[in-house]
Structures are given as structure tokens and as C-alpha cells.
């Protein structure tokens, strides 16, 4: 048992863990603490990927950005706990297996393509060349997301805005 | 086990300086409240602690007992799973981000290993810490609204809004000194400030480089102030305003660990004000003078120390004429050792750095002593409309200045 090895089990099991969680807390703060969990969790594997500017930046902005909108809608929202109903019977009859022979199609997808599926990089990806990837070859992509990250933030401000009578 | 710990020397060799540090800390963050009281008092013309042992030193420890056998009360109602894992939260974050945090340059050997001052020197060492300061947004706002009462949840609202709000300032001030470093590794950053302009003014982030990083740095340590949540900024926990804000309802360890989760962070926010505009552990004083320079540190712990002792003896209660001659004892021993040669080139970077961290230290409990308070809408404003367009002014006026220079 190597110790990348180890480290995936590790955040891999905490990953799931805390995505089955999520569906399974009865209180909306609870699941969005797991979401937090499982972002983190991510934000792991992708450092053992050697990918490290993208895992500090999954939890800046992940975990500490959008999942604190999360927490403050709920907090603000005041949403309560749910009520406990009765387990539908189209969810145990037809959802469950059908659930279940998806998982089983994904898994042997994969297993199958497992030889072929590329490889990450030996060495960890520096900033530096994501920089110049980011900045130079994909430089006009990212002006454009920029852009409609503008416009969203706008049309959230003017939709939220009280309407009077100027 | 001892196969896996012998592939790895490096998680052998972590161990003690984790202990290590911990322990330096935990301490210093117990008498940071010491001197907190101690300046906030003399600012205010009165003493502050001073029965509780000499000169109070002893203060910190019976407030440490007394935190301890406080009766916990857990509001009713309250959700009890995070009302227990906010303060967890707060103070885990708080003490984690000592961990990228590099003391000295020096390597040193333990245990066959090579390692530097500092307990991971990682890639991405400054955002990590942003990382962590964003994260430790969640414990103001879990601990408000698990607490079930009206006082809090406001508190604890407007605090994590204010957080968020300043981060944004924060991360853009630093921009200025990313750019002109070129990297993200604290080392990094330290040593692309060596040198010295015209052979006395030392080339750190603050004086030098193609822009003198004087705006990123108002803007970092207001935002830094404001992060913490510490005056002027502490309009969250306002004893006049919101009773105390987000940790009303936490009682006895609960509330020691948010404090010291305040405390925590502001020695790690003054640690990186160093770090990224005074040189961290470079030393202010230039080669030209290298003979005696070398001295400084024995010199000052043997100053220190000698005062101590002068002042012990003629102390009013018998416990201070024992206790403060030998602390000063101990400090002529630290400088006695600090001037033999191994230890000497050690303990050079440590010693520049930790003081250039009490000097951050001493002006962020200056402000809190002598500023009023914000209102909040004053808070937010400054934030949104005047730090953050400074910080976006700092970091157009760097690129300019490093194309101009051509650097």
C-alpha cells in the first residue's frame, strides 16, 4: 500500500461518504456542511494529481465562496428540518434498481477503457504554465467568461431590485 | 509502521517541529492577551493586569484555568452537532495556517534529513493560507445561527458577511507583490527581496522593486484588521451593539477557542505582512556593518535580560523578586547560546522575523486601542468602494511599473 495510494482511498471513501450524506441529512445546513466536505475532499484529489493551483483554488472558491452563498441562504431562508415521509414506492420499486444497473453499465464502461484512459503528468503542473496557457493560447475564452460572469452579476442586481417608482 | 516511516523521513522529521510550534503558539497566543491588555491599558492611562503574578504575567494561565471550570451551557434548542463543530472549526483553521509559514533560511539536519525553518515549503504556500482564510468564514456563520437566538445569528450574518467582503481586498493587495515576485512559494518571496538599494535600504516589497509596495500594503493590513474582525472593524461583536455577536451563547472553552482562533489568526495575518513586505527573515541591517550585526540578537536578549533582572530584585512581592531575576537569567542563557557560531546562523532569521511580527502585532492592538468603531454600512462601503478599487489600482500600477522597468 503506497502512500498515494493510501491518500486516494482515504479522500475517495471521505468523497462518497460525504455525497451519500448529503442526500441522507434531514437538515439543509447538515448537507450543505457534506457539500463542503466533498469539495475539500476533491480539492485533495487533485493535488495527489499534481495538479496544486487548481486545488487551492477549488477550495477558495468552492468551499469558501460558493458554498458560504449555500450557508447563508439556508440561514437566511430559514429552512427547517425535513418532514419525515414514507419511502415512495416508485423510488424502491423502479428507482433503486434502476439506479443500480447505471452504476453497474458506468463501472464496466470504464474497467473496459481502463487500459486506454491517459495518464496524469509526473510532475505537478506549476502555475507558471497554466499561466501561459490560460493567458496566451485560451486568452479569448477567458475574456469571454469574464464577461458573462458580468452579466450574470448585473442581471441578478437588477432582478433583485426593488421596484420604485423613479 | 517503522517501514513506512523510513520511506518517508520526511513525515519522521515533521513530527517534532509540529510540536515544536504548536507549543511556541499556543504560548505566544496566551500572553498575546497579556500584551493586548497590558498596551490597550497603558493607552488608556491604567495598568491593566498587574496582581496576578508580577506584572500580571501570570494573568494568562488564570484565565486559561478559569475558561477551563466555567459551567457550559448549551442553549436549548440549539443544533447541537454544529454548535459544537464551529468553535472546532475556528481554531483548527486558525492554528493550521502556522503551518506554511517559513521562520529562517537555514537548513538543518534532523534525524539525517535536510530541513528548512518551517514546516512545509510548499508551491503554493500563500494560497493555501488564503485557502484557509476563507474556509474559517464558516465558523462565524455556523456558530451565529447554530446558537438558536436572535443576537448571534445577526452577529454572526454580518460578520461572515464582512469576512467575505474584505477577503476579496485581501487576495487583490497581494497581487501587487505576486507580481513582482513571480511566484506563490513564501521562500520565494522572501529571497526576491535580498539586497539592499544604494547599500543601506534594505530591498524589501515596502521600499523597492520597480513599485514600492506601499498602497498593497495599507490595503493588506486594513483588510487584515478587518478580517479578523478586530476594532476598528468589530462591529459583529460589539458588546453595545449585538451583545457579543456571534459567540454570545458559547460559554467557558467554547468561547476560549474563538478567542483564540482571533488570536491565532492575527499572528498568522501580522506573520504574513512580514513575509510579503518587510522580508520576512531578511535582516534590516546592510553587510557593510557585518561584524557586529551578527550580535544583534545576543545583544538584545542580554539587554533584556539585565533589565529584567534589575528590575526583579527590587520588586515589590517576594514571588516577583524570584520569578522575574530568573526569567532574566534564562534570557542571558538564550543570549549566551545564541552567540556561539552553529546556533548564531540559525537563529538570525528567526530573530528579524519575530520581531518584525510583534512590531505588527503591537500596531494592530495600537489601533484597537485608539480608533472608534465603524458602523456597519461604513464597514461594507469601505470595503466594497474604496479597498477593493485601491487594491485593482495597485495591481494595474505594478504591471505598468514592471513592463516600464522592463523586469
Known amino acids: 500500500m ?91 420499486w423502479a428507482g433503486l434498481p434502476l439506479a443500480a444497473v447505471f452504476l453497474v453499465e458506468v463501472a464496466y464502461g470504464v474497467a473496459r477503457a481502463a487500459s486506454r ?44 431590485r426593488r421596484e420604485d417608482s423613479d | 509502521m517503522s517501514e513506512f516511516a523510513s520511506e518517508h523521513p520526511i513525515l519522521l522529521v515533521a513530527l517534532p517541529k509540529i510540536v515544536v510550534l504548536l507549543f511556541l503558539l499556543l504560548t505566544s497566543l496566551a500572553y498575546l492577551t497579556w500584551f493586548e491588555r497590558k498596551v490597550v491599558a497603558h493607552i488608556q492611562a491604567r495598568w491593566g493586569p498587574y496582581r496576578v503574578g508580577p506584572h500580571g504575567l501570570l494573568q494568562p494561565l488564570a484565565d486559561g484555568l478559569k475558561f477551563l471550570f466555567k459551567e457550559d451551557v448549551t442553549p436549548a434548542g440549539a443544533d447541537k452537532f454544529v454548535y459544537f463543530l464551529a468553535p472546532f472549526l475556528s481554531l483548527s483553521l486558525a492554528i493550521t495556517s502556522i503551518a506554511v509559514i517559513p521562520f529562517g533560511p537555514r537548513e538543518f539536519t534532523m534525524f539525517g534529513q535536510h530541513t528548512r525553518l518551517a514546516i512545509t ?11 484557509i482564510t476563507s474556509m474559517s468564514v464558516y465558523g462565524v456563520a455556523l456558530a451565529g445561527w447554530s446558537s438558536n437566538s436572535k443576537y448571534p445569528l445577526l452577529g454572526g ?29 513564501l521562500t520565494e518571496i522572501i529571497t526576491a527581496q535580498g539586497g539592499f538599494h544604494w547599500g543601506f535600504l534594505p530591498r524589501w516589497n515596502f521600499f523597492a522593486g520597480p513599485l514600492p509596495q ?40 467554547k468561547f476560549a477557542m474563538f478567542f483564540m482562533a482571533e488570536y491565532a489568526s492575527m499572528i498568522t495575518v501580522s506573520c504574513l505582512a512580514a513575509i510579503l513586505f ?17 550580535y544583534i540578537p545576543t545583544g538584545a536578549f542580554a539587554l533584556a535580560g539585565l533589565a529584567l533582572i534589575a528590575h526583579g530584585v527590587r520588586y515589590l512581592t517576594i514571588f ?49 486601542g485608539t480608533l472608534p468603531r465603524f458602523r456597519y454600512d461604513q464597514l461594507m462601503a469601505i470595503g466594497w468602494k474604496l479597498l477593493l478599487p485601491l487594491a485593482i489600482l495597485n495591481v494595474v500600477l505594478t504591471s505598468l511599473a514592471i513592463v516600464w522597468t522592463g523586469r
Not at chain 1, 52 to 59: D, H, L, N
Not at chain 2, 279 to 293: E, I, N, Q, T
Open chain 2, 320 to 368: 516577583g523578586r524570584v520569578l522575574l531575576p530568573t526569567l532574566g537569567l534564562i534570557l542571558c542563557g538564550l543570549a549566551a547560546l545564541l552567540a556561539s557560531p552553529g546556533i548564531n546562523e540559525l537563529a538570525q532569521g528567526p530573530f528579524w522575523f519575530l520581531i518584525k511580527v510583534a512590531i505588527f502585532l503591537f500596531i494592530y492592538v495600537w489601533v484597537r
Open chain 2, 214 to 253: 506601499v498602497i498593497g500594503f495599507c490595503c493588506f493590513f486594513t483588510a487584515a484588521v478587518a478580517e479578523t474582525n478586530r476594532a476598528p472593524f468589530d462591529l459583529a461583536e460589539a458588546e453595545s451593539e449585538l451583545v457579543a455577536g456571534f459567540h454570545t451563547e458559547y460559554a467557558s472553552f
Open chain 1, 2 to 92: 503506497t502512500l498515494p495510494l493510501f491518500l486516494f482511498s482515504v479522500l475517495a471513501v471521505v468523497a462518497v461518504a460525504g455525497a451519500v450524506s448529503l442526500i441522507l441529512q434531514r437538515h439543509p445546513i447538515h448537507s450543505a456542511l457534506s457539500l463542503i466536505v466533498v469539495m475539500v475532499a476533491l480539492a485533495g484529489l487533485y493535488l495527489l494529481l499534481g495538479a496544486e493551483f487548481i486545488a487551492a483554488v477549488q477550495v477558495i472558491v468552492y468551499g469558501g465562496a460558493i458554498m458560504v452563498l449555500f450557508v447563508f441562504v439556508i440561514m437566511l431562508l430559514n429552512a427547517g428540518e425535513e418532514e419525515r415521509t414514507d419511502f415512495s414506492r416508485m423510488a424502491r
Open chain 2, 278 to 294: 518587510f522580508g520576512g527573515w531578511l535582516s534590516p541591517v546592510p553587510p557593510a556593518a557585518f561584524f557586529w550585526a551578527r
Open chain 2, 157 to 185: 450574518l454580518r460578520s461572515s458577511a464582512q469576512m467575505v467582503s474584505y477577503e476579496l481586498a485581501l487576495t487583490m493587495s497581494v497581487v501587487g507583490v505576486l507580481l513582482m515576485a513571480g511566484t506563490f512559494n
Open chain 1, 117 to 160: 484512459l491517459p495518464t496524469a503528468a509526473q510532475a505537478p503542473v506549476s502555475t507558471r504554465e497554466l499561466a501561459e496557457l490560460l493567458f496566451r493560447d485560451y486568452v479569448f475564452p477567458f475574456e469571454l467568461t469574464s464577461f458573462l460572469i458580468l452579466v450574470a452579476v448585473l442581471g441578478a442586481i437588477v432582478l433583485a
Open chain 2, 121 to 131: 515549503d510548499l508551491n503554493i504556500g500563500l494560497l493555501v493560507l488564503f485557502a
